[in-house]
């Protein structure tokens, strides 16, 4: 009950605030301090304060008077790119049309995204990192957790953006920056065009629906050229696999036919022009293909675990080269999900896309991504697997691959201050293949590999 109603204050301070700030400029607050001031020391008898007072007040209902006259008469126009990467900025053009035939000056744009206030349940069930380290008052009023829910759903910092001015009928073009926070699907309702009143002080808001989304793509470390584990495999179907769907092997060249050849490897116009029946060669093919594990059994919604073993994901996914090779993504969600990448199937953006919206799963066990590796196992010349924890399911799917003979590559995201407190296990007689990345310190344990 408690929790609850420390919700719904914050949700309600929350709508006062998203509805006041873009409405109140600087000098409008210092105006609004000094009247409540002036207000806290207004008496008759004082004819300063009592004349202060009685000017910031009428100064106040002019202002806001002034802001239901404005009348703007403006479009707008977003060219937005489809994707970006956390922590990398991106700038898009904005194009501001004036249908008026006055002017238009001291104009901003404020960008309109999804609601980013969370959830009730999520509120009460999620866990601000480090809130084991407050106080107990900050622990038990949680604002500093509402705080963190916050920057996480808003998923970019997009700055008010102010306008040089728009001639009458005319237009004007600006660029404004973003930075990406968090992966995932950033939405945008529409924008809004702030036009202050001729006092400077309130700003009255012109929306302008326009809706969009763009695809942010999780972070990724540099990772220096190190050998993956494995080499070359029989592929059956061989490159046609990666091509088209269906089995068949690399064609070589032209031969005569020899009884038990099949009638469809049978090449027609050779016969025709020879006489004698011709039929295709063929050789089996075999290339790399390694699969990345992605480990998603996370019952933390917002942990930031979870976070970094996507970015360290995607870092693998970026470093092996795919044109002469197979990459498949392994990871669980609602279901096993196996993707292909390299020589045809699909490109790398594809797999960070994937990546960019894959969510927790709460409500499988490892086991459930388990069956899934193993029977993949005999087509990969390798696996990297990126691991959140270090238990006996995880020791375990390790153990058989190895009893496969599946060359690995181990990586697993431990909280700041653990690394040393985990053993390789079933790879203590390979250390080299097991590395415990501190959350922190992802970047540069990868960098010295």
């Not at 360290?312 to 196996?338: N, R």
Request: one cysteine or more.
């Amino acid at each position: 009950m408690f929790q609850r109603y420390l919700y719904h204050n914050y949700h309600l301070a929350a709508v006062m605030q998203f509805w006041l700030r873009p409405r109140v400029t600087r000098a409008g607050i210092l105006v609004l301090t000094g009247f409540v001031f002036a207000a806290t020391r207004a008496d008759t008898n004082m004819s300063v304060g009592y004349q202060a007072f009685s000017f910031l007040l009428w100064l106040i209902i002019a202002s806001l008077t002034a802001c239901l006259f404005i009348r703007t008469r403006v479009r707008v126009q977003r060219s937005l790119p489809r994707i970006a990467s956390v922590g990398t900025p991106l700038k898009y053009r904005v194009v501001i049309h004036n249908d008026s035939r006055r002017p238009c000056r001291d104009l901003a744009i404020l960008e309109r995204l999804t609601d980013p206030r969370p959830s009730l349940a999520e509120f009460t069930a999620a866990t601000e990192p480090g809130e084991e380290r407050r106080n107990w008052f900050d622990r038990k009023n949680a604002y500093y957790r509402w705080q963190w829910l916050i920057l996480r759903r808003q998923k970019a910092d997009i700055p008010e953006k102010p306008l040089p001015p728009v001639p009458g009928r005319g237009h004007a073009e600006a660029m404004i920056e973003l930075i990406p926070q968090h992966r995932g699907v950033l939405q945008f309702k529409g924008m809004a065009i702030a036009c202050p009143d001729i006092f400077g002080l309130f700003r009255r808001l012109v929306e302008r629906p326009l809706p969009q989304s763009l695809l942010i793509l999780p972070k990724r470390y540099p990772i220096p050229a190190m050998p993956l584990p494995g080499s070359m495999r029989y592929q059956p179907g061989g490159v046609a696999l990666a091509a088209a769907v269906g089995e068949s092997e690399e064609f070589i060249s032209l031969r005569d036919y020899r009884p038990g050849d099949p009638l469809r490897h049978i090449h027609w116009r050779s016969w025709a022009k020879s006489g004698k029946p011709i039929v295709k060669e063929f050789q089996d093919e075999f290339f790399v293909r390694h699969a990345l594990i992605l480990d998603t059994f996370c019952r933390d919604a917002n942990s930031e675990i979870f976070e970094e073993a996507v970015s360290v994901a995607a870092s693998f996914a970026c470093t092996i080269q795919t044109q002469d090779s197979l990459l498949d993504l392994l990871f669980a969600g609602p279901q096993a999900y196996c993707f292909t990448v390299g020589r045809g199937v699909a490109h790398i953006d594809q797999l960070l896309e994937i990546l960019a919206v894959v969510a927790p799963c709460a409500e499988k066990p490892f086991e459930a991504l388990h069956q899934l590796v193993l029977d993949h196992s005999r087509a990969v010349s390798g696996c990297i697997c990126v691991f959140i924890q270090w238990d006996e399911a995880r020791q375990s799917l390790v153990r058989q691959l190895r009893a496969l003979g599946v060359p690995l590559l181990v990586f697993v995201i431990v909280p700041d201050g653990r690394a040393g407190t985990l053993g390789p296990g079933p790879l203590k007689d390979c250390p080299e293949c097991f590395h415990a990345l501190e959350k922190s310190r992802i970047e540069q344990d990868l960098a010295a590999l």
